[in-house]
């Protein structure tokens, strides 16, 4: 049974980078398939999709929002990462990591999310 | 995008009590391709619902997804203690992805 951890700092000073990492367990990220995804949940608000990852490093973004995110996938590690330049209080929520299929784009599993908060 | 509005924002109802729970979009979601979650605190969103009425594996025959185009509905047949949570639907049919800002369901 695959299961998503998400690791990271809970507190990030205003202007710096947000670094996320989701280790997946129980499968392998290079089996292909799916794409490893990213979600987050401001404070009393909806779920918003930040983006995905293939297992080849192909990326795709939500074009909503302004691009200050980066993807990346470790398959050695079987990880992957989530990196959001300048903060602000604006970025701070719940980050979740998921796992969707290539074509039908639901997500199962998720991660239990990480709060992260951003403030000096 | 697609705008997802769930309705109502909380419902309150007790345990054995049917629960309907709607999502409306603001356009139609092509191929029916919206699933709903279940959300409890401090646990990993569960899928519930896949393809607008598709059970996800290991989900209770009391939870069931209906609707097609712009109006969506999970049914909740008969409320266990163990259902009472925050439920999301999400669109896939179109990019971006969306969801919906939730429907908590509590205990009346």
């Known amino acids: 049974q695959v299961q998503l951890q998400e690791s990271g700092p809970g507190l990030v000073k205003p202007s710096q980078t947000l670094s996320l990492t989701c280790t997946v367990s129980g499968g392998s990220i290079s089996s292909g398939g799916y794409y490893w995804s990213w979600i987050r949940q401001h404070p009393g608000k909806g779920l918003e999709w930040i983006g995905y990852?293939?297992?080849?490093?192909?990326?795709y973004y939500n074009p909503s929002l302004k691009s200050r995110f980066t993807i990346s996938v470790d398959t050695s590690k079987n990880q992957f990462s989530l990196k959001l330049s300048s903060v602000t209080a604006a970025d701070t929520a719940v980050y979740y990591c998921?796992?969707?299929?290539?074509?039908?784009?639901?997500?199962?599993?998720w991660g239990q999310g990480t709060l992260v908060t951003v403030s000096s | 995008e697609i705008v997802l509005t769930q309705s109502p924002g909380t419902l309150s109802l007790s345990p054995g009590e049917r629960a309907t729970l709607s999502c409306r979009a603001s356009?139609?979601?092509?191929?029916?391709?919206l699933a709903w979650y279940q959300r409890k605190p401090g646990q990993a969103p569960r899928l519930l619902i896949y393809?607008?009425?598709s059970r996800a594996t290991g989900i209770p025959d009391r939870f069931s997804g209906s609707g097609s185009g712009t109006d969506f509905t999970l049914t909740i047949s008969r409320l266990e203690p163990e259902d009472f949570a925050v439920y999301y639907c999400q669109q896939y049919g179109s990019s971006p992805i969306t969801f919906g800002q939730g429907t908590r369901l509590e205990i009346k």
């Open positions: 998921a796992r969707c299929g290539y074509i039908f784009n639901w997500f199962d599993p």
């Open positions: 990852i293939s297992y080849s490093g192909s990326t």
């Open positions: 393809g607008a009425s």
């Open positions: 356009q139609s979601v092509s191929s029916s391709y």
